[in-house]
């Protein structure tokens, strides 16, 4: 089982050896983070059947971008993912929130 730590360093490491960091300014990576969404979504188009090993690799792709986009900021993605859902903490209280899908500038 790997761990964040060492997945991390096994796609730095194939990033590295095939000299593609360069490649991975935020902008582009960001992007690339769109197209894998947009392609894992399209696992679910025109029908509620799907195929799950598919989605699984293009939740991969998506994953592996979003931590490559982490390496390029110098971010933590848990410390501020934990820090946002402390904010979501705030802005959907469960009193307010619990089984609603409205936003929370519409939550009554």
Same mark, same amino acid.
């Given at each position: 089982?790997?761990?964040?730590?060492?997945?991390?360093?096994?796609?730095? *490491?194939?990033?590295?050896?095939?000299?593609? $960091?360069?490649?991975?300014?935020?902008?582009? /990576?960001?992007? %690339?983070? !769109?197209?894998?969404?947009?392609?894992?979504?399209?696992?679910?188009?025109?029908?509620?059947?799907? *195929?799950?090993?598919?989605?699984?690799?293009? $939740?991969?792709?998506?994953?592996?971008?979003? /931590?490559?986009? %982490?390496? !390029?900021?110098?971010?933590?993605?848990?410390?501020?993912?934990?820090?946002?859902?402390?904010?979501?903490?705030?802005?959907?209280?469960?009193?307010?929130?619990?089984?609603?899908?409205?936003?929370?500038?519409?939550?009554?």
């Amino acid at each position: 089982m790997t761990d964040l730590k060492q997945l991390k360093q096994k796609i730095h *490491d194939f990033n590295e050896e095939r000299d593609w $960091m360069q490649f991975h300014s935020p902008q582009n /990576l960001a992007k %690339s983070i !769109a197209i894998e969404a947009g392609e894992l979504l399209e696992c679910f188009q025109w029908s509620e059947d799907f *195929d799950k090993e598919a989605v699984c690799e293009e $939740m991969a792709d998506v994953y592996t971008y979003l /931590l490559d986009l %982490s390496e !390029a900021l110098g971010v933590d993605l848990i410390e501020i993912t934990d820090r946002k859902m402390d904010k979501n903490a705030l802005k959907y209280p469960v009193d307010k929130a619990r089984g609603s899908s409205v936003k929370y500038d519409k939550l009554k």
